[in-house]
């Protein structure tokens, strides 16, 4: 990776910065309808994810957003990954970085297992996570569904704050039920148990 991009915790305030890496990204929508492709859906989606306890950025030498990584919680220990790459980022080892720095915050947050649902036709984002520690646990003919384990770092048993429990029941029994990075549950109206907003 290029030793000029930085690799940093965000929050909502960088929230304008993260809107303006997704407003240039292309293609909208490519990763299973992932960054929304209208504006206001971008923002209500940043919004949600920069509510998670693990959201980390790559920043270039200009400050600039290149590329986003975030955990959102699905239930204790546990949580789904996002992750994305300006397009002129791309290939020069920003996602593998933003993935690590995601992987040691979310462990040192106390998280055991990360996953992650991957299109199955990305060879570049299986690629990744699995170069990462990413094992597939499930794939069926669009989706493919990776997870790993994380250790239990020293950190760990330091830190006073667990992650906040966003449990939706077993994760096996309905994946796009539990999902709250996906987009059918930005814009159906209704968090991701099925409860209207």
């Known amino acids: 990776m290029n030793s000029d991009i930085q690799i940093r915790g965000i929050g909502p305030p960088q929230r304008d910065l993260l809107i303006a890496m997704y407003d240039r990204f292309d293609p909208l929508g490519a990763a299973l309808g992932l960054p ?11 919004g949600s994810a920069l509510r998670q306890k693990v ?7 200009a400050g600039e957003v ?14 789904e990954m996002a992750v994305f790459v300006h397009q002129e980022s ?30 199955s036709d ?4 299986l690629r990744l996570q699995k170069n990462c520690g990413f094992r597939v646990t499930n794939s069926v003919s669009l989706e493919t569904e990776l997870e790993i384990d994380l250790p239990v770092p020293s ?7 667990p992650l906040r ?5 077993g994760h096996r029994e309905n994946v796009a039920r539990l999902c709250r990075i996906h987009p059918w549950n930005f814009f159906s109206g209704q968090d991701g148990v099925g409860n209207q907003r």
Do not use: Y
């Open 36 to 46: 929304p492709c209208t504006a206001e859906g971008r923002c209500e989606w940043i």
């Open 55 to 61: 959201n980390v950025a790559a920043f270039s030498p």
């Open 66 to 79: 290149v590329g986003h990584c975030f955990l959102a919680a699905d239930k204790p220990a546990s949580a």
């Open 90 to 119: 791309r290939r020069i080892g920003v996602g593998t970085a933003l993935v690590k720095a995601a992987l040691d915050w979310g462990g040192a947050a106390g998280l055991r297992r990360v996953w992650s649902m991957t299109s």
């Open 122 to 125: 990305n060879r570049v984002a």
């Open 155 to 161: 950190a760990a048993r330091e830190m006073p704050q």
């Open 165 to 169: 429990d966003l449990s939706f029941g």
